[in-house]
């Protein structure tokens, strides 16, 4: 069975109608979904799927316990020994998520770090993401470096900076190109 991580920008609170139509192909397709337990596009994401009652979700969180599961799916909770509400805890599911998942649909704001390390994620794990770029109301799709260095073009310089800060940008692009040189070698 094809199982896709949803997830996106915590400051996104709306889905676009672009996605919502994606989100149907998924559920008419009998996928099974991934989503996360934060605020802003989890819980939209989580929203429209309770209102096509015909999903198969997981809904996945660090710690014991989802802070938002609107459907009651079941939930997965992924131990983690970082500090309870840090990047690291919290990353500790969404690294699961990209384990577990075939694919990933992200919706993305061009500045969250979250978003672009889960598909830095998938795509070390030769997984491809669609990318629903929030401010140009399209898709790309991320399954090669390239497509990530297309995808990090619509970020502003600063945001670019803060993501290297945060999620170490640069250095994770020029590992994966690493690995990508190496299949050829």
Request: proline share 2%.
């Amino acid at each position: 069975m094809t199982t896709v991580f949803i997830a996106g920008s915590i400051n996104i609170k709306h889905l676009d109608p672009k996605v919502k139509e994606r989100i149907d192909n998924i559920v008419a397709s009998e996928f099974d979904i991934l989503v996360g337990d934060a605020g802003g596009v989890d819980t939209s994401i989580q929203e429209y799927l309770l209102s096509l009652s015909l999903s198969k979700t997981t809904i996945y969180c660090s710690g014991a316990n989802p802070r938002n599961n609107l459907g009651e799916w079941p939930a997965r909770s992924v131990a983690t020994k970082h500090a309870e509400g840090s990047r690291a805890f919290f990353t500790a599911k969404d690294i699961v998520m990209a384990e577990a998942a075939d694919y990933g649909l992200m919706i993305w704001d061009a500045k969250s770090t979250g978003t672009l390390s889960n598909v830095i994620e998938l795509l070390s794990r030769k997984k491809k993401s669609l990318v629903f770029v929030n401010k140009e109301k399209s898709f790309k799709v991320v399954g090669s470096v390239s497509q990530l260095e297309d995808l990090v073009s619509v970020m502003s310089d600063h945001a670019k900076q803060k993501a290297d800060a945060k999620i170490k940008l640069f250095d994770r692009i020029s590992l994966l190109k690493q690995d990508q040189a190496e299949l050829f070698i």
